[in-house]
């Protein structure tokens, strides 16, 4: 297929709301969630996510973000409401355009197989034949900084080099949509900025959209292009602040003026959900 071609497929594969625009990659429309134990976790969520967006997720533990991110997975079912993926329901997605993958606290790695094995996993079980699927692999494992550790074992990669070698099994199924649940959480501080700055260029170098759901004022500046603040009890929406920070975001962007700004802003609407949602811990 060459350029022309690709783009025209592109184009006609992306949603069109009606107006000349395109529908957005992800739509919570007035989403409740009751568990069947009567947690009461989401309360009319209203939410668009548009193509190319980086989008977290911030706010007090058992606000719902992890609940509000499986949905947009299709893990869990609205109670009320409708989640909608580029205008469709989730059956109609999986489509070379239209994919999305999944990232977790955990690595969640196969011990007994290299990294190269399990950043293949998905296409193996796709079906998807060799000589497809080892030069995506060997690319994906290059954008996460693994390509000399390919025939490593999990047990013999740090905590962050594990987390590589699952956003590299990921990004190995070339997904449109990249979903992540407190992905660097359990890293030390360090560790983490490195993650945050090579996954802000991975998202910036690609068509890619991600949610990401993050404890962390200064992870969700340092990241996004919009970020979600949530309260608790029930779950809700309480401020979406787009971070406009045109600029490259480096070392010189955490101690810069406007990232601060940002800071104190998220700070002070996470005081508020506090205050709303009762902040609880658990
Ligand atoms: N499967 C479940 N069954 C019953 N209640 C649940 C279930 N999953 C989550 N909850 C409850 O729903 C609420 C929202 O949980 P959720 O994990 O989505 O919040 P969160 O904001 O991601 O929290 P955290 O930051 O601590 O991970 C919490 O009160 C939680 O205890």
Redesign the pocket.
């Known amino acids: 297929m060459n350029r022309d071609d690709h783009a025209m497929s592109q184009a006609a594969a992306w949603e069109d709301t009606g107006a000349g625009e395109e529908a957005p990659v992800l739509s919570a429309q007035r989403v409740e969630k009751t568990?069947?134990?009567g947690?009461r976790?989401l309360d009319e969520v209203k939410l668009d996510i548009r193509r190319g967006e980086f989008v977290s997720l911030l706010?007090?533990?058992?606000?719902?973000?992890?609940?509000?991110l499986k949905m947009f997975a299709g893990l869990e079912e609205p109670s009320h409401g409708h989640i909608r993926w580029w205008g469709k329901n989730l059956a109609t997605v999986g489509t070379p355009e239209r994919t999305l993958a999944m990232v977790f606290q955990e690595a969640t790695l196969m011990p007994w197989a290299s990294v190269e094995q399990n950043a293949r996993l998905p296409l193996d079980l796709r079906g998807m034949p060799r000589a497809e699927s080892e030069p995506r692999v060997r690319e994906a494992l290059r954008l996460v900084g693994l390509e000399n550790f390919h025939q490593v074992l999990p047990r013999e990669l740090s905590g962050g080099m594990q987390m590589r070698a699952s956003i590299a099994r990921a990004l190995a199924t070339k997904p449109n949509l990249l979903l992540m649940d407190?992905p660097f959480g359990a890293l030390d501080e360090f560790t983490r900025n490195r993650l945050d700055a090579d996954l802000r260029d991975i998202w910036s170098r690609q068509d890619l959209t991600v949610v990401f759901?993050t404890?962390s004022i200064y992870e969700a500046v340092f990241l996004s292009s919009r970020v979600i603040v949530?309260a608790?009890r029930p779950?809700r929406v309480i401020a979406d602040v787009a971070i406009d920070a045109p600029g490259p975001r480096d070392e010189a962007f955490r101690i810069s003026a406007p990232f601060m700004q940002y800071c104190k802003t998220l700070s002070d609407y996470l005081t508020l959900a506090n205050q709303q949602g009762g902040g609880h811990e658990?």
């Open positions: 568990y069947r134990n947690t976790a706010g007090p533990s058992g606000c719902g973000k992890s609940t509000l407190e759901v404890h949530m608790a779950g658990h």
